[in-house]
């Protein structure tokens, strides 16, 4: 393996962090919505003021923000910033994670340690051909790893290391965020834009080697509310309406081809019912509405109230109740308006000897949000892969490469800046 331009210990940071579980909950009232996110975000805190970071500070909502003071003799260099998220998944324990260093990876299957039957399969996974002789991380078998987004934060923080240890390096005045909850979708909802004073950021949270993202879904979550009537099944007769069978019934009228998530892909959109809390009385079915075109958000959600009107009107005596809320926009309405973000994105990718490769999001990430809040933000890859599963893994070589090209896109930004 050839030794990275720009050696860090962005690994072994890694490695670390993964030890705590900051898994967040989508049902808790509090922000952050787990206590256990605090202790990471105040582990981070207190290692950027150890690195000399005067400014580094933890607010009341959890987010950490930092300044990489400028390098520059230029004036008027833009302040830019780059993001991570602390927070695992729900979907799977982040609790005592157990970190493997698979090395010299040799192209066979990845075996887990606790549960050698849920192995990593090289046929399944095809991004591990070209990891070869690079080590690869994973969990043990009974955890998510949390490389999603922990590999995000621990490469900031190798970057952050590397430009204090090397002055000579010119940049502008560097921001740096680090926020809880993006997995339940609340990682935004107090970042203070004005606060955090950049120009832009990039969040470190993409997936595969050389990937960047410009564009994400829009998205709408729908709650579909269904009322019956409950009495005593043994007094039924002509009397209950089950608000349980209403329900099914609407699931089952939901389109199967084209505008679900397992019948769809690339620029497609899909309608998703995920979450059903039943009961005789009242059955709500929460939905997902996804489109890269928000206009057609509109479209499918009137045809998600055309179903279920019809699926009352088949049970006489029951009724609903429907309630969407805006998740969030295709952050490339914002981007389209400050092309040089992704530009100079595209230009350090090349200096770290990537070639881009520019690929929608079927999802969304808080640089959606903070687009719309007037923070242009692309996302760059982390390396992660699996994510939210114990299949999770991520290659070292790809970690040292996202590192590299942070340094890199503050390079750019410095030399693009004119000289006063």
Known sequence: MNSPRYATNCVER??????????SCEDSETFPSTPSQLDLLRRLRDELLALGLEDASLDEYGYVFATVPSTTAKDGVPVIGFLAHVDTSPEMSGAGVKAIVHQNYD????????????????????????????????????????????????????????????????????RIGFTPDEEVGNGTKYFDVERFGAYCAYTMDGETLGELQVETFSADAITVTFHGFNTHPGFAKGKMVNAIKVAADFITRLPDEGLSPETTEGYQGFVHPYVIDASVE????????????????????????????????????????IDVQENYRNMKEVLDQHPEVFEKALEAYRRAGLEPVVEPIRGGTDGSRLSFMGLPTPNIFAGEHNFHSRYEWISTHDMHKAVEVIIELCRVWEEAASSQ
């Open 107 to 174: 192209g066979g299957d990845l075996v887990f340690p606790d549960d050698p039957a849920a192995a990593i399969s090289a046929r399944d996974n095809p991004q591990l051909a070209k990891q070869i002789g690079h080590d690869i991380i994973t969990a043990s078998g009974t955890t998510l790893l949390g490389a999603d987004n922990k590999a995000g934060v621990a490469e900031i923080m190798g970057a952050v290391e590397y430009l204090l240890a090397h002055p000579e390096i010119p940049h502008g005045p560097i």
């Open 14 to 23: 890694f490695l670390e962090y993964v030890k705590m579980d900051t898994q």
């Open 282 to 321: 009242q059955t709500s079915v929460k939905l997902l509405v996804r489109d890269f075109v928000t206009a057609k958000l509109k479209e499918m959600e009137e045809l998600v109230e055309q179903i279920a009107a019809e699926a009352v009107s088949a049970h006489p005596g029951s009724r609903m109740e």
